[in-house]
């Protein structure tokens, strides 16, 4: 009798345990661009079970700049996205995007122009007439025109051109172009491929630009159906951040 007890209880332990594994929900997460070390966060989250314990079942999609992760998450396509915040008060006044963002990740501005040391762009002025590359989609090439009026540019006459994200290291690298669009926290990716040229980085914010960077988005038709949901995904994040911060501090030598 007793171990007939002890085999319904374990069975219905099981059964619990799926019922609740089935009621995951599931949550397409799509980064602003790439996947890189910024990301790191959200793996963590991910591989650390953190989404899960939430009741959430998140795959995380590469994105193809800010402007892409907005349009991805606008459509459906994905639930939830990481962005620009520029770049979405430009969505959403250009073209009427029904998309907001829930939770500021970068308080302040993260874009920026990487030129080689060499280079004879020593300032914000000396990239008119130049060649940037970056990918179409990129938050650095659209809010350009914003950096461009405040630190005293002529955008018409900076040529930019379209390039696949994996490339711009090399294509600066190789100087096919003058300067690249890239986030600051990117600056020791860039200056891994460039070197031993040193690396120039004109950042968007020192031109006193001051707006939010990225954060995480979501449409406005989720955010009135389920904001528990996104509370949910924002919290295991919060965690899978701490978890990053604890894993980058210098474990202490044995005395």
Known sequence: MKMRT??????????GISASAARATD??????????????YFFVALEKGYYQKEG???SIVRGQGSADAIKKVASGAAMIGFADAGSLVLARGNDKVPVKMISVVYATPPQAIFVLGDSSIK???????KTLADTASS????LF????EAAGIDASKVTW????????????ATKRADGIGQFTVGAPLVEKATAPNSVRILAYKDAGLNYYGNGLIASEDTISKDPNLLKAFVRATIKGHEGC??????RPRPS
């Open 6 to 15: 002890a085999l319904m209880l374990a069975l219905s332990l099981v059964a």
């Open 27 to 40: 949550v397409s997460f799509i980064t602003d661009f790439g996947i890189n070390g910024r990301h790191s």
């Open 56 to 58: 959430l079942d998140v």
């Open 123 to 129: 300032t914000p002025k000396d990239i008119e007439g």
């Open 139 to 142: 938050s650095v090439r659209l």
């Open 145 to 148: 025109p914003a950096y461009a």
């Open 161 to 172: 051109v379209a390039a696949d994200g994996a490339a711009l290291t090399s294509i600066l």
């Open 245 to 250: 911060i604890r894993q980058s501090r210098p």
